[in-house]
């Protein structure tokens, strides 16, 4: 079983050099169950889900997906100052989450959401290192609800993750350190692992 897992940052596992992030841990949980189940990695720094509808059918057509993951949606609650407005709009934030789930349905019917990551406004108002983003809380679950009700609508599972983790899980604000990606794979998990038994792997 090839299992695809599209995101950002967060998936990527950056800020996490003890163990690599949540997929990582997932990686090599399944490893050490000894499964035949290849976890690939596919989540790349600051991208949006408009980024990923760029790369999301070679790759997943590359690596044969039984499972997709997505685990993407922060950075397009970005408010840009420079321009005054929200990086995209929530009609086009849900046109690109159907367009993603369109896309994987080619590949596979095995399609997960992983809901989005709150932030600590305290120090992502704008983020240090480009102050001409802001990230809100307020932001984030509105597009985390979108992502929601989107799977409630299409019988697709989601998995929250808005709950979990508070400003001692977060290294600057907006990404998970160690303790922090410990606790999302610690929920993810036995979600993954369900849908691959079902797969009767």
């Not at 802001?134 to 019988?155: G, P, S, V």
Request: charged share 30%.
């Amino acid at each position: 079983m090839n299992i695809c897992i599209f995101g950002d940052s967060i998936a990527w596992g950056v800020y996490d050099p003890q163990n690599g992030g949540w997929v990582n841990h997932l990686r090599n949980y399944f490893e050490a169950q000894d499964k035949d189940i290849d976890v690939y990695n596919l989540g790349i720094f600051g991208d949006s889900t408009t980024d990923l509808l760029d790369r999301i059918e070679i790759e997943a057509k590359s690596r044969k997906a039984n499972l997709i993951i997505f685990a993407i949606g922060v950075n397009d609650a970005q408010f840009i100052h420079s321009t005054n407005s929200n990086r995209i709009s929530d009609d086009d934030f849900k046109n690109n989450i159907e367009k993603l789930f369109e896309i994987a349905k080619r590949f596979t019917r095995k399609i997960i959401f992983i809901g989005l990551t709150p932030v600590d406004e305290s120090k992502t108002k704008p983020i240090p290192w480009n102050t001409d983003k802001t990230y809100t809380n307020e932001r984030i679950e509105k597009f985390d609800q979108i992502i929601e009700n989107f799977c409630a609508k299409n019988n697709s599972k989601f998995i929250s993750i808005n709950d979990l983790l508070n400003s001692d899980d977060l290294i600057d604000g907006l990404h998970p350190n160690t303790q922090g990606h410990i606790k999302m794979f610690e929920r993810i998990k036995p979600e993954i692992e369900f849908t691959a038994k079902e797969q009767n792997l």
